[in-house]
């Protein structure tokens, strides 16, 4: 399996992916909202998308689908329940579906609420696995639930899905806030070690060769996979003074998200 992360360089600090299979140069394009950059990418490389996936409904991550697909006869895929929020959905996937790349690749699908209620993640059958995690798991943060989520929702796809994958898992998010992240990290944390180191690798980094974290690193400097620590959760209750003297994890989930929104 071949990645090519792609940075559009826009405004809402988006990333693209291919996809591709090294034996037949098949590519699946995941929300190719750049579909300039998407396709040129492709060229260069000698792939042919066959495949375009939206991991939710989202504009900045469904926009560029029609431009792919007009110029490359590519089928589009999105959540089962999302054919009438994204246009020309030719398959519908569900939790544990397979989507195939060429000869060599698999993607397992996970169905994964919180940001949208119809979101999925994708992860590889690979010694080395990577999720594709769209808009639900950021480098060192989580995403928002303010256009069709559910906090409760994302608290248990974090807490029962993406915490249980293995710690070398890659993670490649749809966005790039690795550094605001890692400062609301530090907000809640100030004394967390291992944000402290990274942060300064990351200020004014260029994102096109941004660091690719693995979920065991995730688990080290972000907040939304650190419930339990207590110096998290004293800090926490200096903004909620009414949380309770041991808070369950979903409680401190949906105190950080509330922050994370005004912060």
């Not at 009438?84 to 195939?100: L, N, W, Y």
């Not at 080290?220 to 996979?225: D, I, L």
């Amino acid at each position: 399996m071949i990645v090519e992360r792609i940075w559009t360089g826009n405004a809402y600090r988006n990333f693209n992916y291919l996809v591709a299979c090294p034996e037949t140069g098949e590519a699946l394009a995941i929300d190719p909202l750049d579909h300039e950059k998407t396709l040129a990418t492709a060229k260069v490389r000698g792939w042919q998308i066959t495949q375009v996936l939206n991991t939710h409904e989202h504009h900045d991550h469904t926009g560029g689908n029609a431009q792919v697909i007009a110029a490359t006869g590519a089928k589009l895929i999105a959540h089962y329940k999302a054919g009438g929020k994204i246009a020309g959905v030719d398959r519908g996937v569900q939790a544990g579906d397979i989507i195939k790349v060429g000869k060599s690749v698999e993607l397992e699908c996970l169905d994964t609420p919180g940001h949208t209620m119809c979101h999925i993640c994708l992860r590889s059958h690979t010694d080395q696995p990577a999720l594709f995690s769209g808009d639900t798991l950021f480098n060192a943060g989580a995403g928002n639930v303010h256009n069709g989520g559910d906090v409760n929702a994302m608290y248990a796809t974090f807490a029962e899905q993406l915490a249980r994958l293995p710690d070398n898992t890659l993670v490649y998010p749809g966005h790039d806030y690795i550094e605001n992240n890692l400062k609301f990290t530090l907000d809640r944390e100030p004394g967390n070690t291992a944000a402290q180191a990274l942060l300064p690798s990351v200020t004014g980094h260029d994102p096109a060769t941004s660091i690719v974290t693995t979920l065991g690193q995730e688990k080290e400097f972000n907040a939304f996979m650190r419930l339990s620590n207590p110096a998290l959760i004293t800090q926490l209750r200096e903004r909620f003074p009414d949380l309770p003297a041991q808070p369950d994890a979903k409680t401190v989930f949906t105190k950080l998200r509330e922050l994370r929104n005004s912060w």
